[in-house]
Protein backbone atom coordinates (compact mmCIF):
# COMPACT_ATOMS: atom_id res chain seq x y z
CA UNK A 1 0.00 0.00 0.00
CA UNK A 2 1.22 3.04 -0.85
CA UNK A 3 0.54 6.31 1.58
CA UNK A 4 0.31 10.07 1.38
CA UNK A 5 2.13 12.11 4.60
CA UNK A 6 -0.72 14.28 5.97
CA UNK A 7 0.00 16.15 9.24
CA UNK A 8 2.70 14.01 10.13
CA UNK A 9 0.56 10.88 9.98
CA UNK A 10 0.75 8.37 7.05
CA UNK A 11 -2.80 7.76 5.21
CA UNK A 12 -3.38 5.08 2.70
CA UNK A 13 -3.65 5.73 -0.44
CA UNK A 14 -7.33 3.94 -0.90
CA UNK A 15 -9.63 4.45 1.44
CA UNK A 16 -12.88 2.72 2.26
CA UNK A 17 -16.19 4.25 1.63
CA UNK A 18 -18.53 2.86 3.94
CA UNK A 19 -20.95 3.92 1.41
CA UNK A 20 -21.98 0.60 -0.19
CA UNK A 21 -22.00 -1.91 1.95
CA UNK A 22 -23.28 -5.42 1.50
CA UNK A 23 -27.01 -5.93 1.93
CA UNK A 24 -28.62 -8.72 3.39
CA UNK A 25 -31.88 -7.96 2.32
CA UNK A 26 -33.52 -5.09 -0.04
CA UNK A 27 -33.91 -2.39 2.70
CA UNK A 28 -30.33 0.16 3.15
CA UNK A 29 -30.54 -0.76 6.74
CA UNK A 30 -29.92 -4.27 5.97
CA UNK A 31 -26.34 -4.43 6.53
CA UNK A 32 -24.83 -8.09 6.05
CA UNK A 33 -22.64 -7.74 9.30
CA UNK A 34 -20.40 -10.96 8.32
CA UNK A 35 -19.42 -9.83 5.22
CA UNK A 36 -18.87 -6.29 5.91
CA UNK A 37 -16.82 -7.07 8.58
CA UNK A 38 -14.70 -9.77 6.82
CA UNK A 39 -14.34 -7.23 3.58
CA UNK A 40 -12.74 -4.32 6.13
CA UNK A 41 -10.39 -6.28 7.91
CA UNK A 42 -9.32 -7.53 5.09
CA UNK A 43 -9.26 -4.12 3.62
CA UNK A 44 -6.93 -3.34 6.86
CA UNK A 45 -4.34 -6.23 6.57
CA UNK A 46 -3.97 -5.03 3.06
CA UNK A 47 -3.06 -1.66 4.82
CA UNK A 48 -5.98 0.37 4.21
CA UNK A 49 -6.48 2.85 6.81
CA UNK A 50 -8.68 5.70 5.97
CA UNK A 51 -12.00 4.61 6.23
CA UNK A 52 -15.16 6.69 5.22
CA UNK A 53 -18.70 6.71 6.83
CA UNK A 54 -21.45 9.63 7.27
CA UNK A 55 -24.51 10.42 9.26
CA UNK A 56 -27.13 9.28 7.09
CA UNK A 57 -24.78 6.66 5.09
CA UNK A 58 -27.33 3.03 4.91
CA UNK A 59 -30.27 4.96 6.80
CA UNK A 60 -27.76 5.80 10.29
CA UNK A 61 -26.48 2.45 10.02
CA UNK A 62 -23.02 2.92 8.22
CA UNK A 63 -21.55 4.24 11.61
CA UNK A 64 -22.95 1.86 13.66
CA UNK A 65 -21.22 -0.83 11.40
CA UNK A 66 -18.29 0.42 11.23
CA UNK A 67 -18.02 1.36 14.66
CA UNK A 68 -19.19 -2.51 15.81
CA UNK A 69 -16.42 -3.83 13.02
CA UNK A 70 -13.25 -1.81 14.85
CA UNK A 71 -14.16 -2.01 18.33
CA UNK A 72 -15.20 -6.06 17.92
CA UNK A 73 -11.58 -6.32 16.45
CA UNK A 74 -9.79 -4.04 18.66
CA UNK A 75 -8.34 -2.10 15.92
CA UNK A 76 -9.64 1.28 16.30
CA UNK A 77 -6.15 2.69 17.11
CA UNK A 78 -5.18 1.40 13.28
CA UNK A 79 -7.60 3.23 11.13
CA UNK A 80 -8.74 6.92 10.67
CA UNK A 81 -12.25 7.14 11.06
CA UNK A 82 -13.69 9.80 8.75
CA UNK A 83 -17.20 10.59 9.03
CA UNK A 84 -19.86 13.81 8.38
CA UNK A 85 -22.11 15.84 9.97
CA UNK A 86 -25.45 16.54 8.09
CA UNK A 87 -26.01 20.15 7.26
CA UNK A 88 -29.05 19.93 5.83
CA UNK A 89 -31.64 20.99 8.67
CA UNK A 90 -29.19 20.75 11.15
CA UNK A 91 -27.31 24.20 12.04
CA UNK A 92 -28.84 24.63 15.82
CA UNK A 93 -26.65 24.64 18.27
CA UNK A 94 -28.56 21.67 20.35
CA UNK A 95 -28.66 20.07 17.00
CA UNK A 96 -24.68 20.13 16.70
CA UNK A 97 -23.87 18.59 19.79
CA UNK A 98 -26.37 16.23 20.41
CA UNK A 99 -25.79 14.69 16.31
CA UNK A 100 -21.72 14.46 17.44
CA UNK A 101 -22.38 13.01 20.79
CA UNK A 102 -24.81 10.38 18.29
CA UNK A 103 -22.21 9.84 16.20
CA UNK A 104 -19.37 8.97 18.42
CA UNK A 105 -21.56 6.28 20.10
CA UNK A 106 -22.20 4.85 17.33
CA UNK A 107 -18.75 4.56 15.97
CA UNK A 108 -17.87 3.84 19.41
CA UNK A 109 -14.63 6.02 19.82
CA UNK A 110 -13.91 8.83 21.65
CA UNK A 111 -12.89 11.24 18.57
CA UNK A 112 -12.83 11.19 15.01
CA UNK A 113 -10.13 11.73 12.47
CA UNK A 114 -11.79 13.25 9.81
CA UNK A 115 -14.98 15.12 10.71
CA UNK A 116 -16.64 16.78 7.47
CA UNK A 117 -19.73 18.76 6.52
CA UNK A 118 -21.71 17.13 4.29
CA UNK A 119 -22.94 17.88 1.19
CA UNK A 120 -21.70 21.68 1.46
CA UNK A 121 -22.85 24.27 -1.04
CA UNK A 122 -22.65 28.04 -1.39
CA UNK A 123 -25.26 28.71 0.05
CA UNK A 124 -25.11 26.27 2.69
CA UNK A 125 -22.03 26.79 3.96
CA UNK A 126 -23.19 30.86 4.07
CA UNK A 127 -25.58 29.77 6.52
CA UNK A 128 -23.83 27.44 8.39
CA UNK A 129 -21.52 30.46 9.07
CA UNK A 130 -24.50 32.33 10.17
CA UNK A 131 -25.29 29.68 13.13
CA UNK A 132 -21.53 29.16 14.37
CA UNK A 133 -20.47 26.25 12.42
CA UNK A 134 -16.80 27.31 12.18
CA UNK A 135 -16.60 28.48 16.04
CA UNK A 136 -18.01 24.79 16.62
CA UNK A 137 -16.05 23.01 14.77
CA UNK A 138 -13.02 25.27 16.06
CA UNK A 139 -14.32 24.08 19.86
CA UNK A 140 -14.29 20.42 18.52
CA UNK A 141 -11.03 20.72 17.12
CA UNK A 142 -9.72 22.30 20.62
CA UNK A 143 -11.01 19.68 22.92
CA UNK A 144 -9.49 16.80 20.55
CA UNK A 145 -12.59 16.14 19.69
CA UNK A 146 -12.06 15.89 15.93
CA UNK A 147 -8.27 16.07 14.44
CA UNK A 148 -9.01 17.65 11.24
CA UNK A 149 -11.78 19.61 9.84
CA UNK A 150 -13.39 19.62 6.19
CA UNK A 151 -16.03 19.26 4.15
CA UNK A 152 -17.97 17.27 1.06
CA UNK A 153 -18.61 19.03 -1.97
CA UNK A 154 -21.15 19.22 -4.94
CA UNK A 155 -21.70 22.33 -6.35
CA UNK A 156 -19.55 24.68 -9.07
CA UNK A 157 -16.08 25.90 -8.79
CA UNK A 158 -16.91 29.04 -7.94
CA UNK A 159 -18.78 28.17 -4.72
CA UNK A 160 -16.06 25.43 -4.15
CA UNK A 161 -13.21 28.48 -4.08
CA UNK A 162 -15.51 30.34 -1.89
CA UNK A 163 -16.01 27.76 0.64
CA UNK A 164 -12.11 27.11 0.47
CA UNK A 165 -11.05 30.60 1.20
CA UNK A 166 -13.83 31.14 4.16
CA UNK A 167 -12.06 29.05 6.60
CA UNK A 168 -9.14 27.28 7.52
CA UNK A 169 -9.71 23.82 6.51
CA UNK A 170 -7.47 20.78 6.71
CA UNK A 171 -8.97 18.89 3.84
CA UNK A 172 -11.81 18.62 1.45
CA UNK A 173 -13.77 15.98 0.03
CA UNK A 174 -14.69 16.11 -3.86
CA UNK A 175 -15.91 14.02 -6.78
CA UNK A 176 -13.51 13.55 -9.42
CA UNK A 177 -12.68 10.73 -11.84
CA UNK A 178 -11.18 10.62 -15.78
CA UNK A 179 -14.81 11.65 -16.90
CA UNK A 180 -16.18 14.38 -13.70
CA UNK A 181 -12.62 16.52 -14.65
CA UNK A 182 -14.50 19.43 -15.72
CA UNK A 183 -17.56 18.53 -13.31
CA UNK A 184 -18.35 20.42 -10.07
CA UNK A 185 -14.84 21.42 -8.54
CA UNK A 186 -12.65 19.23 -11.33
CA UNK A 187 -9.39 19.44 -12.03
CA UNK A 188 -9.24 23.20 -11.35
CA UNK A 189 -10.98 22.95 -8.20
CA UNK A 190 -8.03 20.02 -7.47
CA UNK A 191 -5.45 22.18 -7.85
CA UNK A 192 -7.04 25.12 -6.50
CA UNK A 193 -7.37 23.33 -3.21
CA UNK A 194 -3.71 21.70 -3.12
CA UNK A 195 -2.32 25.62 -4.28
CA UNK A 196 -4.20 26.36 -0.72
CA UNK A 197 -2.70 23.55 1.08
CA UNK A 198 -5.85 21.67 1.34
CA UNK A 199 -5.56 18.22 1.12
CA UNK A 200 -8.25 16.91 -1.21
CA UNK A 201 -9.75 12.87 -0.47
CA UNK A 202 -11.75 11.72 -3.45
CA UNK A 203 -15.12 10.59 -4.01
CA UNK A 204 -16.35 8.42 -7.17
CA UNK A 205 -12.87 7.62 -8.56
CA UNK A 206 -14.64 4.81 -10.21
CA UNK A 207 -18.09 7.12 -11.06
CA UNK A 208 -20.19 4.93 -8.47
CA UNK A 209 -18.91 1.66 -9.84
CA UNK A 210 -19.53 2.92 -13.58
CA UNK A 211 -15.89 3.18 -14.73
CA UNK A 212 -14.66 0.12 -13.64
CA UNK A 213 -18.41 -2.58 -15.64
CA UNK A 214 -17.05 -0.62 -18.88
CA UNK A 215 -16.41 -3.32 -21.37
CA UNK A 216 -16.91 -4.44 -25.02
CA UNK A 217 -14.89 -4.43 -28.62
CA UNK A 218 -14.24 -0.65 -28.47
CA UNK A 219 -13.06 -0.70 -25.03
CA UNK A 220 -11.06 -3.62 -25.82
CA UNK A 221 -9.65 -2.38 -29.00
CA UNK A 222 -8.50 1.10 -27.33
CA UNK A 223 -6.99 -0.73 -24.64
CA UNK A 224 -4.81 -3.21 -27.09
CA UNK A 225 -4.12 0.28 -28.87
CA UNK A 226 -2.46 1.86 -25.90
CA UNK A 227 -0.88 -1.56 -24.53
CA UNK A 228 -3.45 -1.87 -21.69
CA UNK A 229 -5.00 -4.74 -22.17
CA UNK A 230 -3.49 -6.61 -19.17
CA UNK A 231 -5.14 -3.93 -17.02
CA UNK A 232 -8.63 -3.73 -15.90
CA UNK A 233 -10.90 -0.07 -15.93
CA UNK A 234 -10.87 -0.23 -12.17
CA UNK A 235 -7.34 -0.15 -12.17
CA UNK A 236 -6.82 2.38 -14.64
CA UNK A 237 -9.30 4.59 -13.01
CA UNK A 238 -8.51 4.93 -9.33
CA UNK A 239 -4.41 5.14 -11.04
CA UNK A 240 -5.63 8.04 -12.93
CA UNK A 241 -7.04 9.58 -9.83
CA UNK A 242 -4.20 8.64 -7.65
CA UNK A 243 -1.55 10.28 -10.35
CA UNK A 244 -2.72 13.46 -8.70
CA UNK A 245 -0.48 15.17 -6.23
CA UNK A 246 -3.31 16.92 -4.07
CA UNK A 247 -5.02 13.77 -3.81
CA UNK A 248 -4.78 12.58 -0.09
CA UNK A 249 -6.49 9.49 -0.77
CA UNK A 250 -9.24 7.95 -2.89
CA UNK A 251 -12.79 5.89 -1.55
CA UNK A 252 -13.64 3.06 -2.69
CA UNK A 253 -17.38 1.83 -1.70
CA UNK A 254 -16.15 -1.99 -1.78
CA UNK A 255 -18.70 -4.50 -1.14
CA UNK A 256 -16.73 -7.82 -2.40
CA UNK A 257 -13.87 -9.29 -1.67
CA UNK A 258 -12.42 -9.05 -5.29
CA UNK A 259 -13.13 -5.09 -4.95
CA UNK A 260 -10.99 -4.83 -1.77
CA UNK A 261 -8.01 -6.92 -3.57
CA UNK A 262 -7.93 -5.25 -7.00
CA UNK A 263 -8.38 -1.65 -5.12
CA UNK A 264 -5.25 -2.52 -3.08
CA UNK A 265 -3.14 -3.86 -5.63
CA UNK A 266 -3.71 -0.66 -7.70
CA UNK A 267 -3.09 1.64 -4.71
CA UNK A 268 0.35 -0.15 -3.90
CA UNK A 269 1.49 -0.21 -8.26
CA UNK A 270 1.98 3.70 -7.77
CA UNK A 271 6.10 3.85 -7.73
CA UNK A 272 5.46 3.34 -11.94
CA UNK A 273 3.93 6.74 -12.60
CA UNK A 274 0.76 6.92 -14.51
CA UNK A 275 1.92 6.63 -18.24
CA UNK A 276 1.49 8.36 -21.07
CA UNK A 277 -0.14 5.36 -22.87
CA UNK A 278 -2.95 5.76 -19.57
CA UNK A 279 -3.50 8.90 -19.77
CA UNK A 280 -4.49 8.96 -23.91
CA UNK A 281 -6.35 6.11 -23.30
CA UNK A 282 -8.36 7.79 -20.60
CA UNK A 283 -8.67 10.81 -22.86
CA UNK A 284 -9.83 8.73 -26.00
CA UNK A 285 -12.39 6.78 -23.84
CA UNK A 286 -13.83 10.07 -22.46
CA UNK A 287 -14.74 11.40 -25.42
CA UNK A 288 -15.82 7.42 -26.69
CA UNK A 289 -18.09 7.28 -23.74
CA UNK A 290 -19.84 11.14 -23.41
CA UNK A 291 -20.67 10.70 -27.63
CA UNK A 292 -23.42 7.92 -25.81
CA UNK A 293 -27.07 9.19 -24.35
CA UNK A 294 -26.74 7.95 -20.63
CA UNK A 295 -27.99 9.43 -17.84
CA UNK A 296 -25.13 11.19 -15.52
CA UNK A 297 -25.99 9.15 -11.97
CA UNK A 298 -23.31 7.89 -9.55
CA UNK A 299 -25.69 6.05 -7.65
CA UNK A 300 -25.19 7.78 -4.65
CA UNK A 301 -28.85 7.38 -3.52
CA UNK A 302 -29.51 10.14 -2.48
CA UNK A 303 -32.81 10.49 -4.19
CA UNK A 304 -33.80 6.74 -3.26
CA UNK A 305 -33.09 7.90 0.16
CA UNK A 306 -35.27 10.75 0.24
CA UNK A 307 -37.94 9.92 -1.72
CA UNK A 308 -41.32 9.78 -0.25
CA UNK A 309 -42.74 7.47 -2.70
CA UNK A 310 -39.69 5.01 -2.27
CA UNK A 311 -39.07 5.02 -6.02
CA UNK A 312 -36.59 2.79 -7.33
CA UNK A 313 -34.65 5.63 -9.01
CA UNK A 314 -30.95 4.75 -8.67
CA UNK A 315 -31.66 1.26 -10.14
CA UNK A 316 -34.09 2.29 -13.14
CA UNK A 317 -31.08 4.86 -14.22
CA UNK A 318 -28.70 1.64 -13.90
CA UNK A 319 -30.72 -0.11 -15.90
CA UNK A 320 -30.63 2.75 -18.19
CA UNK A 321 -26.88 3.26 -18.78
CA UNK A 322 -26.34 -0.81 -18.81
CA UNK A 323 -28.48 -0.84 -22.17
CA UNK A 324 -27.30 2.66 -23.90
CA UNK A 325 -23.69 1.35 -22.93
CA UNK A 326 -23.65 -2.28 -23.64
CA UNK A 327 -26.57 -2.60 -26.30
CA UNK A 328 -28.64 -4.68 -23.38
CA UNK A 329 -32.28 -3.27 -23.57
CA UNK A 330 -33.80 -6.63 -22.95
CA UNK A 331 -31.39 -7.88 -20.45
CA UNK A 332 -31.28 -4.64 -18.74
CA UNK A 333 -34.95 -4.57 -18.46
CA UNK A 334 -35.43 -8.16 -17.32
CA UNK A 335 -32.23 -8.24 -14.85
CA UNK A 336 -34.10 -4.57 -13.30
CA UNK A 337 -37.79 -5.90 -13.43
CA UNK A 338 -37.68 -8.86 -12.30
CA UNK A 339 -37.29 -7.66 -8.19
CA UNK A 340 -40.17 -5.48 -8.58
CA UNK A 341 -39.33 -2.12 -8.10
CA UNK A 342 -41.57 0.72 -7.94
CA UNK A 343 -41.21 2.69 -10.65
CA UNK A 344 -44.45 5.05 -9.90
CA UNK A 345 -42.81 8.76 -9.42
CA UNK A 346 -45.08 11.75 -8.03
CA UNK A 347 -43.41 14.67 -9.90
CA UNK A 348 -42.71 15.65 -6.19
CA UNK A 349 -39.11 16.86 -7.20
CA UNK A 350 -37.71 16.15 -3.52
CA UNK A 351 -35.12 14.21 -5.49
CA UNK A 352 -34.01 17.02 -7.32
CA UNK A 353 -33.36 18.71 -4.22
CA UNK A 354 -30.90 16.50 -2.90
CA UNK A 355 -29.32 15.10 -6.15
CA UNK A 356 -25.20 15.99 -6.05
CA UNK A 357 -25.30 16.07 -9.59
CA UNK A 358 -28.65 17.92 -10.32
CA UNK A 359 -30.23 15.58 -12.12
CA UNK A 360 -33.79 16.85 -13.13
CA UNK A 361 -34.53 13.56 -11.91
CA UNK A 362 -38.29 13.11 -12.87
CA UNK A 363 -37.99 14.19 -16.39
CA UNK A 364 -35.37 11.22 -16.30
CA UNK A 365 -37.53 9.43 -15.32
CA UNK A 366 -40.31 9.54 -17.77
CA UNK A 367 -37.23 9.20 -20.25
CA UNK A 368 -35.95 6.07 -18.86
CA UNK A 369 -39.63 4.44 -18.74
CA UNK A 370 -40.13 5.07 -22.12
CA UNK A 371 -36.99 3.67 -23.16
CA UNK A 372 -37.53 0.29 -21.50
CA UNK A 373 -41.87 0.64 -22.47
CA UNK A 374 -42.57 0.95 -18.75
CA UNK A 375 -46.54 2.18 -18.41
Same mark, same amino acid.
Not at 113 to 141: I, N, S, T
Given at each position: ??????????????????????????????????????????????????????????????????????????????????????????????????????????????????????????????????????????????????????????????????????????????????????????????????????????????????????????????????????????????????????????????????????????????????????????????? $? %??????? /? !??? *? =?? +???? #? &???????????????????????????? $? %??????? /? !??? *? =?? +???? #? &????????????????????
Amino acid at each position: MEYTNFKGNKISKLGFGFMRLPQSGPQQTNIDMDKTEKIAMRAIELGVNYFDSAYFYHGGKSEVALGEVLSKNGVRDKVNIATKYPMFGHLSQGNMDSIFEDQLSRLKTDYIDFYLLHGLRGQLWDDGVEKGMPQFLDKLKAEGRIRHAGFSFHDSLDNFKHIIDSYNWDFCQIQFNFMDVDIQAGLEGLRYAGSKGVSVVVMEPLKGGQLASISGENVDTLKAKYGLSHMSMAQIALRFVLSHDEVLTALSGMNEMSQVEENAISASSLATSFSDSERQFCTELKD $M %LESLNTI /D !CTS *C =RY +CSEE #C &PNEVAITQLFSAYNNAIRYNSREISARN $M %LRMGPNL /D !CSE *C =RT +CVDV #C &PQQLDIPELIKKAKDYFAIT
